[in-house]
């Protein structure tokens, strides 16, 4: 049998398939990725990885969205479900207030974080592999569970309700996803993309676990910013807009009319980042917190570590029991 007949056996034994050798191309050089189709095999790394098509993300409630440079993938050795990652350059402006942040997508970033977090349960779990032109492919293992966004979505109940019964908990979670943040800052590393889309509640253990590295920022203080979006939205249980807050029904005419436009996020001028004016039971250190992520700040945060040191004393002062 020639090698394609070989792996024609194995793909139908792996996935029921009935392929033809003709069908399918062993790929070695990703540079082309936009020409792997599913049933190709990548390889790389001393292994192959068949294709099965294309990994997708949805955002804010809109249909999932393609991302054609990373592929759903079977490590046809071990039989593991892998995400791979091909070498895709993107560049685009982000706003925080008044200031323009180069965002850039950087693999060799990637593929160092994940060789700094091997075995640390924070981070989602991978390893770089050089195809044949040297492109850093990240071959991730794959994680079930819920993003957070989904998760704080699921929680049905009234806010206030929420804030006593579940999101003490949450929070101290999310003080250990914090602390993750922290040690690629200590490493001269950032994570460059975080979304609350990007921790994934691991199904099986509750873990929650930091996924995407590949975005790339030339001023550290993008993640901590970033993190703001996080507790906001965790806090607030969802995006509040001064839009919803004003036509709703949800909130007084008192709280409507306390709104001013410096109670906006930096990142998002629509969305109300100072959400203790719409919930008064939100103590005041975690208040303080959100406050440091408005479009105006009246304190600053100098880098993760006195964010972390000051969520820590919130915890331990306003959550502890």
């Known amino acids: 049998m020639t090698e394609k007949e070989e792996l024609v056996v194995r793909i139908k034994d792996l996935t029921g398939w009935d392929v033809k050798p003709q069908r399918f191309k062993i790929v070695t050089d990703t540079s082309q990725w936009m020409d792997i189709i599913r049933g190709d095999i990548i390889r790389i790394g001393g292994k192959d990885f ?159 676990k930091w996924i995407d590295f590949d975005l790339k920022q030339d001023v550290s203080d993008f993640d901590t910013w970033s993190m703001g979006n996080i507790l906001s939205y965790t806090v607030g249980k969802g995006i509040k807009t001064f839009g919803q807050i004003i036509k709703g029904n949800d909130f007084s005419d008192e709280v409507k009319n306390s709104l001013e436009p410096s109670d906006s996020s930096a990142f998002h001028n629509y969305r109300v980042m100072n959400i203790s004016k719409l919930y008064p039971y939100i103590p005041p250190k975690l208040s303080k917190i959100l406050q440091h992520f408005t479009i105006n700040p009246k304190e600053y945060y100098s880098g993760i570590e006195e964010f972390c040191d000051q969520y820590w004393d919130m915890l331990e002062t306003e959550f502890s029991n």
């Open 50 to 208: 068949l294709v099965k098509g294309n990994m997708s993300e949805t955002r804010f409630g809109i249909d999932d969205q393609p991302k054609y440079w990373v592929f759903n993938t079977i490590d046809m050795e071990t039989k593991k479900e892998k995400i791979l990652k091909m070498v895709f350059h993107e560049e685009f402006t982000a706003h925080i207030g008044i200031l323009k942040i180069r965002c850039y997508r950087s693999p060799e970033k990637e593929a160092e974080v994940l060789a700094l977090v091997r075995g640390n349960p924070r981070f989602m779990q991978g390893i770089a592999h050089y195809d044949d032109m040297n492109n850093a492919v990240r071959a991730i293992d794959f994680i079930r569970g819920i993003t957070m966004f989904n998760y704080i979505y699921t929680i049905n109940k009234p806010h206030e309700q929420f804030f006593y019964e579940d999101l003490p908990d949450i929070l101290r979670k999310l003080y250990d996803s914090f602390l993750g943040i922290q040690l690629l800052h200590e490493n001269k590393l950032c994570h460059g993309d975080i979304r609350n889309d990007h921790i994934i509640i691991e199904r099986s253990t509750g873990e929650y």
